[in-house]
């Protein structure tokens, strides 16, 4: 048997200004989360802070998973996963908590088996089509360029993240759309900006539809099923209901109401591979898409991957943009090939090696 022995968290403040959406700008930071055994082999992941809570988050880690797993055989993610759901009550574990642990326990589960991770969940592909996920720029003029650098890059499909300002968001897409082409896959986040105004997500909607949207994410508050519901009722775009659903209790309800094209559950932001497996099988089960989110700093970039490579009616890959923007504590990081698409590689693990001169260069704190 192999035992978990200690729990500990690197706090690594990165600031910055990017905005994603009508959001406040991000006070970008990260988590560097160890998991470690008693064959010294250790597990990792990193969580993402955007608004300073990157300390609470790893208290959260240390004070409430860290009793949870001492002593477990991390070989057993999912006996872990479900010892963390029964000793946790909804909304108890912040966000990124069970996410960040689960996916260093999986990532010790692959090392401990020589294997890289995405093969130990059943894989059905080895490489996915890539999508850039932008920033949310200055101007509706500034999209142009930026998306035209991206399909440069390689990109062979786009999503934009905007203000929330209906005539401003429209005209960005329009000068997006007139860059890229008419064939290029260009896809539209508005992050829940306008609230429970179904009329003026309509009005965007059927404006985007026209030139050729691919999909259209999170217009509404994240809790108006109705209003998505009703928004699918009336365009033909497919429309993607709220993205951060925070417990598996939650999808149910809006997938047999038929209140989205798709569900986003990404492993590092709520509930782990584990729990990201099991919304795929539950869209699955009601044949609607699951697209999870795969934004965020390497290592949790590198388990989403690997997670989607394992659900079949995945299409995309989501990468941040600028690349490069969040490439932070490892030395290798994933970038897209020639043809637009990612693959992980054949380390056993997570596949992405830990750059420790940087981890103890940009360490402000550790918790454990």
Request: hydrophobic letters at 40%; one cysteine or more; charged letters at 25%.
């Amino acid at each position: 048997m192999v035992a978990i022995t200690d729990v500990s968290c690197h706090v690594v403040p990165i600031g910055g200004e990017n905005r994603f959406g009508f959001k406040r700008k991000f006070e970008w930071g990260c988590l560097l989360v160890r998991v470690m055994t008693d064959e010294g082999v250790e597990g990792y992941s990193q969580p993402v802070s955007i608004h300073g809570e990157a300390r609470a988050v790893a208290h959260s880690i240390v004070g409430m998973m860290k009793p949870l797993l001492l002593g477990e055989d991390p070989r057993f993610p999912e006996r872990i996963w479900q010892k963390i759901r029964a000793n946790t009550m909804k909304g108890q574990a912040g966000r990124s908590t069970i996410g960040a642990v689960d996916i260093a326990v999986w990532d010790l589960c692959a090392k401990l088996a020589g294997q890289p991770l995405y093969r130990m969940l059943s894989p059905t592909r080895d490489k996915i089509r890539a999508y850039a996920s932008t920033i949310t720029l200055e101007t509706p003029e500034a999209y142009g360029p930026f998306c035209l650098g991206l399909k440069e890059e390689g990109f062979t499909a786009i999503k934009l993240h905007i203000w929330g300002d209906p005539k401003r968001d429209v005209e960005a897409y329009r000068v997006s759309r007139e860059a890229l082409g008419d064939d290029f896959e260009l896809m539209f986040d508005i992050d829940g900006a306008y609230g429970y105004n179904r009329q003026v997500a309509l009005w965007v909607g059927r404006a985007v539809q026209e030139m050729g949207c691919n999909w259209y994410e999170t217009p509404l508050a994240q809790d108006d099923m109705i209003g998505y519901r009703e928004l699918r009722e009336h365009l033909d775009v497919q429309v993607g209901g709220p993205d951060m659903l925070f417990d598996l209790d939650d999808f149910p309800a809006w997938l047999s109401n038929r209140a989205t094209d798709f569900v986003r559950p990404n492993a590092e932001m709520q509930f782990g591979i584990t729990g990201q497996r099991k919304v795929a099988a539950l869209a699955e089960l009601n044949h609607v898409r699951c697209e999870p989110h795969t934004f965020g700093f390497p290592l949790m970039q590198a388990a989403n991957l690997a997670g989607v490579l394992a659900i079949e009616s995945c299409t995309y890959w989501e990468c941040p943009a600028p690349v490069g923007m969040m490439d932070y504590l490892t030395s290798d990081v994933i970038r897209i090939d020639a043809d637009g698409n990612v693959a992980p590689n054949e380390v056993p693990g997570i596949g992405l090696e830990i750059d420790w001169d940087m981890v103890e260069k940009l360490t402000v704190e550790i918790i454990s």
